[in-house]
DNA sequence: CTGAAAGCGCTAACAG
DNA sequence: CTGTTAGCGCTTTCAG
């Protein structure tokens, strides 16, 4: 129910096309209305050229910017494009263009509302600006099913490359795809029967980093906190702080080590379990943002804050105005959508190297937190 | 230079179509490479209908799930779009469909990486999906310039509606788009010049539901600090600030409201200013988020964030285990971007009502720093 | 139920 | 320098 040009409350009853059925219900006429009028009709190149008095290539040129068109003439043309307000269709002219390329990106993340996809989202939108391509982005959620139906939709829409980070134990259902030669690359996570160009931040360096930092503070009961083992990162990190530990010659016991956490409520029961034990750790590592909240609230409820040390591997907002601020190791969002986009913009060109993996540094940040020194 | 189908170093000289002009730099021979083999080249429907021995029309009946087709014929269909990895062209059959529909919408929000814009995004991503429909994504950063390039960029891809905050003074240059039947919703700020859909935050409630709450904590000596006063959401958060302490009877010293305050370092320097002065406030009402964090950090460096109360616009992660925890004013850009799908769906749906402007109510969240009590 | 022909808005190729 | 023609991959229309 609404008002259709003048009818105060109509039905709708159907639509059909650029038409709409629909019945006036104060004096029951049957109204057929066209969805726009005629009058308003989207201008095409051809009523551009009519309007201009010119031939239809004539403003395809200036659309286009192709040189050899005479002044007066762009002007004509420019007025008539001005005064239809109109705009060229892209996907009509990527059509029948050479290479059919459609000036669109179709970019996968985790989650466009996490501030880690986010930034590269940012990144991606800013160097893809710079041609002129508009980005798709959607959200994967660790879905190996969404993965296979959204980069379907992405490649119904022919975008001219994909960026993404996986869900799907395998992406060799993409093979063909590369082979018709869109750019494929890959983000946070490698691929799994395919060959493609793939930018990952360093997750064993920066696991490393963080588990000798807090060795050299003096601690020997380190606890890791991870993600579920099937997640790429989870194993990198994990691998990192047991291989940091070995190196140090510490033994690794099994409480150490604790995985499997997805979500914030778990990593909370896992510390909250840890600190009940008769030997509870002096610091921990944490493998990934969402852990790292639910350790902080773990800690803060047991009282111990100040005096457990804690290292959370990703960057996060206000982790500095936290007391004590929390030592991170953080990547480097915007460095990999922005490599990201030149594989791509590489691929576009013709430049056609074998496949790249670009491992992205990650930094340690200490804030306090990871500067706590063991109690006993 | 890169390496081109077995030779090792080519020199790239130019790109034309499907063809690579390169030179091989060891051997000096000019090398005209095809970007996709042939054999690889993309399958068309028609390439379907041979395969499976069927007319095209039946591909296209099978594809879009029409009736009327034996299920033989859809099998040897199927089998045939299997076996060539064929993907319908979404861009071809909307150019020659009715309606001309991309399946695409358009959202322009602040930045995406910003946590508000995250959730709005990440809202209209889910409700779109539900019809199958993409999102182009763009950020504005308040930037004027920006909003007519990536409107006129949307508008060439002919995205079934848009969802837009703003940046421009004006948005009168999407009258005609309107006129010819594109669903236009504004999101966060009206717009000005035309008449469309608007989905905002309560600002003013939310701003006079926070000065109540420090009122009724005892404070007198509020501070408000807000963004630059071509905002719209900073000029409505004021008047809610004013009218609240007039309808509470206290007058308002020049002091008490600064704005203009675009970035985290404005913020942080007007509260130092603030606190330096013989009569400091006792409480301050933050306007908006990158404002709340240079506050904390002022608040923080002066010793001071136990004692001065604080509620801030917008909430923010990490919140709750700042110590105190920060109350804040939560929007629900999530609730905006549902909705503003919905409104866009109406519009597609034929269903035509004048403007409708829906405000989203705003929340207080306490969490002790908007609930600690003047100090003298 | 199925297919052939026309054409969506544009650009490539070529002719003037 | 400018215009005409054909056709990109698909859906519409209409005839079998």
């Known amino acids: 129910m609404g008002s259709f040009r003048g009818h105060q409350r109509a039905i709708l009853l159907a639509t059909h096309g650029q038409f709409l059925l629909a019945i006036d219900n104060s004096s029951w006429e ?47 043309v420019q007025q008539a494009i001005k005064s239809l307000h109109y705009e060229p269709s892209l996907a009509a002219g990527s059509l029948r263009r050479s290479g059919h390329r459609t000036q669109a990106l179709g970019l996968l993340v985790g989650d466009v509302a996490n501030p880690f996809s986010g930034s590269v989202n940012r990144a991606v939108e800013d160097a893809a600006g710079q041609r002129n391509l508009a980005v798709f982005t959607s959200s994967l959620d660790d879905d190996a099913e969404r993965e296979r139906m959204i980069v379907s939709e992405f490649l119904r829409r022919r ?21 018709r030669g869109t750019p494929l690359v890959f ?9 493609a160009d793939t930018i990952i931040s360093d997750n064993v360096g920066g696991a490393v980093l ?6 050299m503070a003096g601690h020997r009961r380190i606890a890791f906190l991870g993600d579920r083992q099937e997640i790429f990162t989870a194993r990198e990190r994990q691998r990192g702080f047991l291989q940091a530990m070995r190196q140090a010659g510490l033994t690794v016991q099994g409480w150490q080590v604790i995985n499997g956490l997805s979500d914030a409520t ?32 773990a800690l803060r409820d047991c009282g111990v804050q100040a005096t457990t040390a804690l290292i959370g591997f990703d960057d996060f907002p206000m982790a500095e105005l936290l007391d004590p601020g929390i030592t991170v190791i953080a990547q480097n969002p915007r460095g990999i959508g922005r490599i990201a986009v030149e594989r791509v913009f590489a691929g576009l060109d013709g430049i056609w190297t074998r496949a790249i993996t670009t491992v992205v540094p990650t930094t340690l940040i200490a804030r306090g937190s990871g500067e706590l020194r063991p109690q006993d």
Do not use: C, W
């Not at 049957?30 to 009058?39: D, H, N, Q």
């Not at 778990?266 to 969402?290: C, W």
């Open 187 to 195: 983000i946070d996570r490698p691929p799994n029967g395919i060959d």
């Open 159 to 179: 975008v001219d490359g994909l960026i993404m980070t996986t869900a799907a134990p395998s992406q060799s259902y993409l093979h063909h795809e590369k082979e």
């Open 210 to 215: 963080a588990t000798e930092h807090l060795i």
């Open 30 to 76: 049957i109204l057929i209305i066209m969805k726009t009028p005629m009058s308003e009709r989207r201008p095409t190149m051809r009523d551009v050229a009519a309007l201009a008095g010119v031939g239809i290539k004539t403003v395809s040129r200036v659309v286009n910017n192709e040189p050899y068109v005479t002044p007066p003439m762009v002007d004509r």
């Open 266 to 297: 778990h990593a909370y029961r896992a510390v909250r379990m840890l600190l009940d034990k008769d030997e509870s750790p002096t610091a921990i590592f944490s493998g990934q943002n969402i852990i790292t909240y639910g350790v902080l609230r």
